[in-house]
Nanobody, 132 residues
Framework: QVLLAQSGGGSVQPGGSLRLSCAASGYSFSTRNCVGWFRQSPGKEREGIAVFFTGGGSTYYADSVKGRFSISIDNAENTVYLQMNSLKPEDTAVYYC????????????????????????WGQGTQVTVSS
């Protein structure tokens, strides 16, 4: 059974930082995966904010988080992280990690999907609240 277990959410003041973790069990991120972080706030559509291919290559960041958030992976721990710096109130949302297997050749041609509908493994979600 595949499980993506998230941790690290919480409340922080504007300008603060948080790091979210997404630990996989029954599944290996070190194979050819697209892994992404998504978020959704009330009344808004789910947004893909950071996506990368575990086989290497560039990382996609949404304009809304570019320069402030970074995605990384610890293969030994089979865990993906989202480091969030300079947090703003508009970053308040439920954050989800997600993964999908993708052949390297496909990723080379099209990149990793940014739409959540194309991912088939999901974390449980974690709330991030940015407020003074």
């Amino acid at each position: 059974q595949v499980l993506l277990a998230q941790s690290g959410g919480g409340s922080v003041q504007p300008g603060g930082s948080l790091r979210l973790s997404c630990a996989a069990s029954g599944y290996s991120f070190s194979t050819r995966n697209c892994v992404g972080w998504f978020r959704q706030s009330p009344g808004k559509e789910r947004e893909g904010i950071a996506v990368f291919f575990t086989g290497g290559g560039s990382t996609y960041y949404a304009d809304s988080v570019k320069g402030r958030f970074s995605i990384s992976i610890d293969n030994a721990e089979n865990t993906v992280y989202l480091q969030m710096n300079s947090l703003k109130p508009e970053d308040t949302a439920v954050y989800y990690c997600a993964a999908v297997l993708r052949p390297r050749q496909v990723v080379a041609e099209t990149g990793c999907p940014v739409l959540g509908d194309e991912y088939n493994f999901w974390g449980q979600g974690t709330q991030v609240t940015v407020s003074s």
